[in-house]
């Protein structure tokens, strides 16, 4: 990205990855208001790039389009197609060895490739080796600040280290 201010020096230029940019988990934003009024011109009018997490510098002021697309053509591949049909776009990133749960499937690092070994994540938040029985009376006395548990399909939670930074 490179924005429209001519500096000493020329125009200011930056980049982030791609990867970077997509995961949600990042914030990157395209702002074009701060403190809920449109941004002033020395402040970047009418758009600016807001890296999270990054020096200003990063954050373009007057965003630019450095690149245009030849054509005009945009394709969409929906996420679930018809059963009997081969493809779709979780498709590609499976073949491609992405993990459509990691936010990076959208490209590769070209420091650190993908292995070719299909990766064996499995979540799970139950422990086998657990056979204690909780009965609903013993639930229901744990359902303070400080003390809360909590149940999803016959399986007992104990969320109280996380009430401090998700309340309610």
């Known amino acids: 990205m490179e924005g429209a201010d001519k500096l000493p020096n020329g125009y200011y230029g930056t980049s982030i990855r791609l990867s970077t940019a997509m995961d949600p988990a990042m914030g990157v934003m ?37 690149k245009e697309e030849d054509g005009c053509s945009l394709k969409f591949d929906h996420p679930t197609i018809p059963a009997l049909t081969k493809g779709g776009w979780m498709e590609k990133v499976k073949e491609q060895g992405g993990e459509l749960i990691d936010g990076f499937w959208g490209t590769r690092s070209l420091v650190t490739a993908p292995s070719e070994e299909k ?34 399909n016959g399986h007992v939670y104990n969320a109280t280290e996380y009430l401090k930074d998700h309340p309610g």
């Open 119 to 152: 990766s064996s994540l499995v979540v799970k938040m139950t422990d086998d080796h657990v056979k204690r029985i909780i009965t609903e009376e013993e639930l229901s006395q744990h359902n303070k600040d400080d003390d809360a548990w909590f149940a999803v």
């Open 30 to 66: 395209l702002a074009h208001k701060m403190n809920g009024e449109l941004l002033a011109p020395d402040h970047g009018r009418p758009l600016r790039v807001v890296i999270p997490g990054q020096i200003g510098g990063r954050s373009v002021k007057w965003l630019t389009i450095t």
